[in-house]
T-cell receptor, first 110, second 118 residues
């Protein structure tokens, strides 16, 4: 089965850095994905990691450690528009379907 | 139209009604999905269609009935629903389902249909 944990809520100040952690326990693993979802909108794809290490995309970076069952999403130079829910998802090894965590709601304050 | 489009965006129905949710993707993808999103809960995978064939029915009650007439369209037919079925229903598509490379499984979501069952 899949067990994916991430914090429920985080608050940070505009211009700061926030790190959203995601831990997972799965019977198989084929990649970890991060999605952003603004209230009332569709989740949008941010990044995915298959191998260990850091993937950087502008202000957003994602890190993976497969041996530790751990990933984080790093948001730098926070902007008000970054206030959203961030979803961690694991691609199952047996059937390549995505299992999602409950999401972390990030609130950016001025 | 681009991306994944869902209609209606909002739906209120009684427990005895029959309604349908519609999803259309303009991305040339071969796989389409229905997910259920309830407050503070993980997205729940309901159904998967890969090249128009249903490849997953995640123990969904029979009051939800999917239909995939072609790779671009997906429907979710609803009948005799319960109040606990009230949720956001998200449609998604990907290049393919259940295959490598992992990137082919990246989902593009629609904005969802907010369903309220009275």
């Amino acid at each position: 089965g899949q067990n994916i944990d991430q914090p429920t809520e985080m608050t940070a100040t505009e211009g700061a850095i926030v790190q959203i952690n995601c831990t997972y326990q799965t019977s198989g693993f084929n990649g970890l994905f991060w999605y952003q979802q603004h209230a009332g909108e569709a989740p949008t794809f941010l990044s995915y990691n298959v191998l260990d290490g850091l993937e950087e995309k502008g202000r957003f970076s994602s890190f993976l450690s497969r041996s530790k069952g751990y990933s984080y999403l790093l948001l730098k130079e926070l902007q008000m528009k970054d206030s959203a829910s961030y979803l961690c998802a694991v691609l199952r090894a047996n059937d390549y379907k995505l299992s999602f965590g409950a999401g972390t709601t990030v609130t950016v304050r001025a | 139209e681009t991306g994944v489009t869902q209609t209606p965006r909002h739906l209120v129905m009684g427990m005895t009604n029959k309604k349908s949710l519609k999803c259309e993707q303009h991305l040339g993808h071969n796989a389409m999905y229905w997910y259920k999103q309830s407050a503070k809960k993980p997205l729940e995978l309901m159904f998967v269609y890969n090249f128009k064939e249903q490849t997953e029915n995640n123990s969904v009650p029979s009051r939800f009935s999917p239909e995939c007439p072609n790779s671009s369209h997906l429907f979710l037919h609803l009948h005799t629903l319960q109040p606990e079925d009230s949720a956001l229903y998200l449609c998604a598509s990907s290049q393919a389902a259940g295959t490598t490379p992992s990137g082919a499984n990246v989902l593009t979501f629609g904005a969802g249909s907010r369903l309220t069952v009275l």
